[in-house]
Nanobody
């Protein structure tokens, strides 16, 4: 069993920044996409950003230019740098692994990822 653990969530004011981290005991498939997703109250889980084995990234339109996904393969850690946060970014953020293996941009469809962390709350106040 691979365990994913998110950290770095918290409460900030609009315009602030947070950096999320996701540590993994190991990745079952080093070639699979990994990504960040979020779920706000009463809404479906949505893709935020994903990165493939070769470092190609994909972002939701709502976060382009504000969020940056990166990974440290040596330490099996995935990051999400979030800048210029907005109240609509408030959600529980989840990291996910075991997505598709692709040379192209990863999908942001949560159904395509097979391993999930427990989530970390991000709250942005206006």
């Amino acid at each position: 069993q691979v365990y994913l653990m998110e950290s770095g969530g918290g409460s900030v004011q609009a315009g602030g920044s947070l950096k999320l981290a996701c540590g993994a005991s190991r990745y079952t498939r080093a070639s699979g996409c990994v990504g960040w997703f979020r779920q706000a109250p009463g809404k479906e889980r949505e893709g935020v950003a994903a990165i493939n084995f070769n470092g190609v990234t994909n972002y939701a339109d709502s976060v382009k230019g504000r969020f940056t996904i990166s990974k440290d393969n040596h330490n099996n850690t995935l990051y999400l740098q979030m800048n210029n946060l907005k109240p609509e970014d408030t959600a529980v953020y989840y990291c996910a692994a075991d997505g598709p293996t692709t040379w192209a941009k990863c999908t942001l469809d949560p159904k395509e990822f097979g391993n999930w962390g427990q989530g970390t709350q991000v709250t942005v106040s206006s």
